[in-house]
């Protein structure tokens, strides 16, 4: 059983910050990769940003250079700092873990609930 608790959302204004915090618990899985996607209204859900076990990362060019993820692979967390925030980034931000069950050799896609993130003056 996987579980994620995901923190940081709320109301900014444009240019301000905000930082996403997503843990993972239980037991019995290793995790390749944790990351963030972003769906706003009537839009389909797309990457934010990756990183993975080994530390490498991947973002959508709408973030790149704005939005910086990290990750604890001990504690199983991932972090997402999002710096110059604008309107049109205003979305429901969800984490995301590709990650094994025991000992099965597929990946499987994990999320959590969803935190709203909304940039309006």
């Known amino acids: 059983q996987v579980q994620f608790v995901e923190s940081g959302g709320g109301l900014v204004q444009p240019g301000g910050s905000l930082r996403l915090s997503c843990a993972a618990s239980g037991s019995g899985f290793s995790i390749y990769s944790m990351g963030w996607y972003r769906q706003a209204p009537g839009k389909p859900r797309d990457l934010v940003a990756v990183?993975?076990?080994?530390?490498?990362?991947n973002y959508a060019d709408s973030a790149k250079g704005r939005f910086t993820i990290s990750r604890d692979n001990a504690k199983n967390t991932v972090d997402l700092q999002m710096n110059s925030l604008k309107p049109e980034d205003t979305a429901v931000y969800y984490c995301?873990?590709?990650?094994?069950?025991?000992?099965?050799?597929?990946?499987?896609?994990?999320w959590g609930q969803g935190t709203q993130v909304t940039v309006s003056s």
């Open positions: 990183v993975t076990s080994g530390g490498v990362t």
């Open positions: 995301n873990a590709k990650l094994k069950l025991g000992v099965e050799s597929v990946l499987r896609n994990y």
